[in-house]
Nanobody
Framework: QVQLAESGGGLVQPGGSLRLSCAASGEIFSISAMGWYRQAPGKKRELVAS????????DYADSVKDRFTISKDNAKNTVYLQMNNLKPEDTAAYYC?????????????????WGQGTQVTVSS
């Protein structure tokens, strides 16, 4: 079984920083990409950032560009999300997602494996 273990969430003041980590474990042979989604109460899930495993190409939501940075450690099957200058609107549950060649796939995209989520709350 493939498992994603997320950590690093917490309560921070506006302007603060957090670094999220997600380590994938299990029988993983062909990672294509990893990413971070977030979902706030009453809101739809949105992709925050993603990174392709082989080439390292990244993608960011417009709302987090220039504030968040996604990175990876291939040897550890781990993805990170460095979040700087956090804003109250960043408050959400953040979910790590894993895409592998050949699936499985979700209804809307290639991410077939999901973590349980880590809460990020930005409040003064």
């Amino acid at each position: 079984q493939v498992q994603l273990a997320e950590s690093g969430g917490g309560l921070v003041q506006p302007g603060g920083s957090l670094r999220l980590s997600c380590a994938a474990s299990g029988e993983i042979f062909s990672i294509s990409a990893m990413g971070w989604y977030r979902q706030a109460p009453g809101k739809k899930r949105e992709l925050v950032a993603s990174i392709r495993w082989s080439g390292g190409i990244t993608d960011y939501a417009d709302s987090v560009k220039d504030r968040f940075t996604i990175s990876k450690d291939n040897a550890k099957n781990t993805v990170y999300l460095q979040m700087n200058n956090l804003k109250p609107e960043d408050t959400a549950a953040y979910y790590c997602a894993l895409a592998t060649y050949g699936g499985p796939y979700s209804r809307t995209g290639p991410y077939g494996y999901w973590g349980q989520g880590t809460q990020v709350t930005v409040s003064s």
